[in-house]
C-alpha cells in the first residue's frame, strides 16, 4: 500500500502533466487555469472529508463511520481498526476489572487505596463496614478525617509499617480490627484491615484460663 504523501503527490504529478500537455497544444493561460481549477477541486475534496472526520469525531460511532474516498479511505479504515481495537481492549479492560471486583468482594478482609496525602481514593465493601467508610461521600477525603484515632494517625505518618497496628474503631468499640499498610507505586498506600474480634475474644480467654 503506497503511502497517503506518494498518493497525494502522484495525483498532484498528474494535473501538473495534464496542465504543461495543455500548455503545448493551447496556451499556458488554459493550462495555468486547468491546474488550478483542478487543484481547488482536490483541495475542496479534502475539506469536504476533514468536515465529515471532524462531524464524526464530535460523536464517535463505529457504525457512522464515513466510508471517505481515496486518500480518505485509507484514513477512514485506519481510524476503523483503531477504534474496533480500543474497544476491545476497553471490553477486556471492564471484564478484568469486573473479575478484581468480585475477587476483592469475596475477601473477608477490607482493602483501602490511600493517596500521597492519605485521601482515601478506593475501598471494598469490607472495608466501608469494618471501618464506617462511605466511598461514594468519602472518596479523596483524608482517611484521618474518618478514622479518628490518635495512635492510628500517629502509626500512618509515622510511615513504620513493618509490623500491624490494632484498632478499636469508634462506630463500633466492640470490634478489634488489625490494620496493615503497604507502600506501593506513586505514594500510595494499600491499607488492608481484618476483624480479629473473635480472635482476639479467644486469646482473652485462653491468659484467663492460664491465669486462672
Keep these: 500500500m503506497l503511502d497517503i504523501r506518494w498518493k497525494a503527490g502522484l495525483v498532484i504529478c498528474g494535473l501538473s502533466v495534464i496542465s504543461l500537455f495543455l500548455w503545448l497544444i493551447t496556451s499556458a493561460t488554459t493550462a495555468l487555469i486547468t491546474f488550478s481549477i483542478g487543484l481547488l477541486l482536490y483541495l475542496s475534496r479534502h475539506i469536504y472529508w476533514l468536515h465529515q ?10 457504525k457512522e463511520i464515513p466510508e471517505g474516498s481515496g486518500l480518505w479511505e485509507d484514513v477512514f479504515t485506519a481510524l476503523l481498526r483503531y477504534e474496533r481495537k480500543n474497544t476491545l481492549n476497553q471490553t477486556q479492560l471492564n471484564s478484568a ?58 502509626y500512618l505518618y509515622n510511615e513504620q509499617f513493618e509490623e500491624s497496628f490494632k484498632l478499636k474503631p469508634l462506630h463500633s468499640p466492640e470490634t478489634m480490627l488489625e490494620i496493615e499498610l503497604i507502600p506501593f507505586a506513586n505514594q500510595q498506600k494499600l491499607l488492608i484491615c481484618r476483624d480479629m474480634t473473635q480472635r482476639d475474644k479467644v486469646d482473652i480467654m485462653r491468659r484467663d484460663f492460664i491465669a486462672n
Excluded: Y
Design 53 to 62: 472526520l471532524h462531524a464524526w469525531l464530535k460523536k464517535p460511532d463505529l
Design 97 to 154: 476489572l469486573e473479575r478484581f471486583n468480585l475477587a476483592t468482594s469475596a475477601m473477608p478482609d477490607g482493602l483501602v487505596i490511600l493517596g500521597a496525602s492519605n485521601e482515601i481514593e478506593w475501598c471494598t465493601p469490607q472495608a466501608e463496614n469494618l471501618l464506617g467508610l462511605h466511598l461514594n461521600q468519602d472518596k479523596n477525603l483524608p482517611i484521618v478525617n474518618l478514622v479518628r484515632d490518635s495512635q492510628f494517625i500517629a
